[in-house]
């Protein structure tokens, strides 16, 4: 949230020009104060010192942003009058630090610490040419992430499984689109390796039952799942996915929450929930409905119709299909011009056109979460996945 109010800010800010050569990163003046108590104290003054080192001037938008949750993490909620209309800097000061309006000193540190933990590690990978291997981002087992180029790509990575989601899966892109929400990417894209986009949902996910039994899994995997959702419904950067091949269930479903869908001509869409005994998630009983027109949502999420490219393209899901053989070539010189583009600009709309659905994709998602609590633990559910289970282990 606090990332919002600022940008939002710093639109109203034209003279953003004129702010640039005067807001070097030592005039923001980081000085530790005594108010700046509590549990991530230590942290915070560490914070304040890294950011005087920081080998890349992190650019005017990002430096009101430390400014302000330096300011909120130290003195509390603005508390100086409004600079004249003509005084710039300190207009966009005092915006970026208004904006914050009540958040809790304890969360502009938390917020602090992290956005300077994001400026040193893309400080300190962007601070020479490095082959493509090490643009990769360590700490992930089921994605490779890469940031170049202004734009955050995370790549499903299980390619011999057709790049189905497991629990851990689940997790880990919870992460990176949390780490892609902070860093200085403009637009954060999905893709798939291998020739899957994704196959969805890991049926295997359902064999590791706790001591708790079914009741137990159930219950956890709703939770995940919601909060995986609201990731995608809360995310607040321009969304891509490059849809490279086919793409089943969950995988589906959660283009609705996406603002740009490209797909190879060569994908596919499927959402069969009525053959495994389970209902729609990822928000598409709302979303698709209105998307595609409720006839068109209910050959999908109802009786599972399997959409070409085309198709999907035509019923308003997918915003452009290419060709095959030009597929990465042509989108990816697409996302890169997309991604010089203003950033604030581009975020800020992004949060006008979500705004109006938030609360509604929240109440959406926990609905849709909760019946497939119960669904997990019925019998059309159970044998379905029993089948694709004992089917796999025959072949
Ligand atoms: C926190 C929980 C949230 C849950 C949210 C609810 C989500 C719901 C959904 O996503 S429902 C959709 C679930 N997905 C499926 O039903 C797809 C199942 N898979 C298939 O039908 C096929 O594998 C295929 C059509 C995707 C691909 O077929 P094919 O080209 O013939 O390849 P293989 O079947 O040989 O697949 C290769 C390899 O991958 C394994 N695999 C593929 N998809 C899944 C999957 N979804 N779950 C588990 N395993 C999958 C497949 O078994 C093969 O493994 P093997 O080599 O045999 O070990």
Redesign the pocket.
């Known amino acids: 949230m606090a990332v919002v109010g600022v940008s939002g800010r710093l639109a109203g800010c034209y003279c953003l020009r004129a702010v640039r050569s005067s807001l070097q990163v030592p005039a923001v003046q980081l000085h530790v104060s005594k108010t700046a108590m509590g549990a991530c104290q230590k942290d915070f003054e560490s914070a304040v010192n890294q950011v005087k080192l920081l080998k890349k001037d992190p650019g005017n938008e990002v430096k009101l942003k430390l400014y302000a949750l330096y300011k909120q993490a130290t003195e509390g909620p603005c508390n100086t009058p409004k600079p004249g209309l003509f005084d710039l800097i300190n207009k966009a000061k005092w915006d970026a630090w208004n904006a914050l309006g009540n958040l809790p000193k304890e969360t502009a540190r938390q917020n602090y610490v992290d956005l300077v933990s994001g400026l040193r590690s893309s400080s300190d990978s962007s601070s020479q040419v490095k082959p493509e291997a090490d643009k990769k981002q360590a700490g992930y087992e089921t994605l490779v992430i890469t940031s170049e180029d202004h734009i955050t790509k995370i790549m499903l990575n299980r390619p ?3 790049n ?2 497991t ?1 851990q899966m ?1 997790r880990e892109i919870m992460l990176a689109l949390e780490a892609a929400s902070k860093d200085d990417s403009t637009i954060t894209v999905f893709t798939g390796n291998g020739d ?1 986009y994704s ?7 359902f064999t590791d039952i706790p001591p708790g039994g079914i009741e137990e899994k159930a219950k956890n ?1 709703a939770i ?2 919601r909060d ?1 959702v609201g990731c995608f419904i809360d995310f607040p950067k321009p969304l891509v996915a490059v849809v490279n091949g ?1 793409a ?4 589906v479903t959660i283009l609705g929450l996406f603002d740009l869908v490209y797909a190879s001509d060569r994908a596919t869409f499927h ?3 009525s053959h ?1 005994g ?1 209902t729609p ?1 990822g928000c598409s009983s709302y979303t698709f409905p209105k998307i595609m027109g409720p006839a068109k949502a209910v050959e999908m999420l109802i009786f599972g119709k399997k959409l070409t490219a085309g198709e999907a393209c035509a019923q308003g899901l997918v915003t452009e299909v290419f060709p095959d053989s030009t597929f990465q070539k042509e989108v990816w010189t697409r996302l890169k011009a997309y991604s010089e583009l203003p950033q604030n600009a581009m975020h800020i709309s992004k949060q006008i056109i979500r705004n109006h659905e938030k609360e509604k994709l929240h109440a959406v998602n926990a609905e849709e979460s909760s019946i ?1 609590q119960e669904r997990w633990l019925s019998d059309e559910c159970m044998n379905a996945v029993m089948d ?1 289970l004992s089917r ?1 282990a025959k ?1």
Do not use: M, R, W
């Open positions: 011999a499984k057709k189905a989601l629990t689940y899957y196959s969805g949902n890991d049926l295997t996910n995997s995940l799942l995986f086919p089943v269930g969950i995988s959402t069969p929930f495994l389970q998630e497939l694709f796999k072949l």
